[in-house]
């Protein structure tokens, strides 16, 4: 495979070097290290805030990354990662960030068609061959998972969140599922990096859908079950 077709995460490594394969990338070590005051004093919850701090540590620079170069399987878990876990923690971490609002269909209708679009095997392949196009499919998957749950998680709407979370549960499970039953392998970019790891290219696309099918929606479940029970006592009244 050309080395240079992944374009950021650096080379796939094989399981021996995985453990030293850190993306020191300069201009990001500096962004993570910029935004540490910002969470110190602008977090409302600071808690959460450190959360998602550490976290895009482990999302963007610990050997997950470039892991992705190796694995479609570790590249979905790094967008399950930044879209069901980083983005509910940054909407918890900064309220005042939720003042403005999008009607909740367009972001719904958004949110999905950012993640189908960015798993689809031509845009994907073009995000990993380039820079640019790696860091606008990560921003653009981030900021439709903070938009959508910056709706499910404003207080007092209930039923909206209710909607938006059981029909990201749908189309993000129907995406796994088309992803585990595809014949073949699909995405080019990880054809010839899988074997090291002992997973035809077929397995791990497999494994991949199943991460997207099963785990990814789970904390949209969680969400969805917490606020259903909530709001039982208030229709038994």
């Known amino acids: 495979m050309d080395e240079t077709f992944i374009a950021y995460c650096g080379v796939p490594p094989v399981p021996q070097d995985l453990l030293s394969a850190w993306n ?18 602008f977090a409302a919850n600071r808690r959460a805030g450190w959360a998602a701090w550490c976290l895009a540590w482990i999302i963007f620079v610990s050997p997950l990354c470039a892991l992705s170069s190796a694995l479609f399987s570790a ?13 509910p923690l940054l909407v918890v971490a900064f309220p005042r ?33 380039s820079v640019a196009g790696y860091w606008f499919m990560q921003v653009t998957l981030l900021g439709s998972a903070w938009a959508l749950w910056r709706e ?8 909206t ?14 995406l796994g599922a088309l992803i585990v039953f ?18 035809s290219a077929l397995a791990d696309q497999q494994l991949a859908g199943l991460l997207m ?16 029970l909530r709001a039982i006592p208030d229709e038994a009244t």
Do not use: K, Q
């Not at 939720?98 to 845009?123: I, Q, S, Y």
């Not at 969140?161 to 129907?174: I, K, P, R, S």
């Not at 785990?215 to 917490?226: E, H, T």
């Open 24 to 41: 020191l990338d300069p201009p990001l070590l500096a962004a993570l290290l910029l935004c540490a005051p910002l969470v110190s004093r």
């Open 75 to 87: 590249r979905v878990l790094h967008h399950v990662l930044l879209i069901a876990a980083l983005a």
């Open 97 to 129: 960030a939720n003042r403005w609002a999008l009607p909740t269909g367009a972001v719904f209708l958004v949110h999905l068609l950012t993640l189908w679009v960015w798993h689809a095997p031509g845009p994907y392949g073009w995000a990993l061959s």
């Open 152 to 159: 499910a998680l404003r207080p007092g709407a209930a039923a």
């Open 161 to 174: 969140a209710l909607a938006l979370l059981v029909g990201t549960v749908a189309h993000m499970g129907l």
């Open 182 to 199: 595809a014949p073949d392998p699909v995405y080019l970019a990880h054809l010839a990096t899988t074997e090291p790891w002992g997973l």
């Open 213 to 228: 099918w099963v785990p990814a929606v789970l904390p949209y479940l969680a969400l969805g079950l917490r606020i259903a």
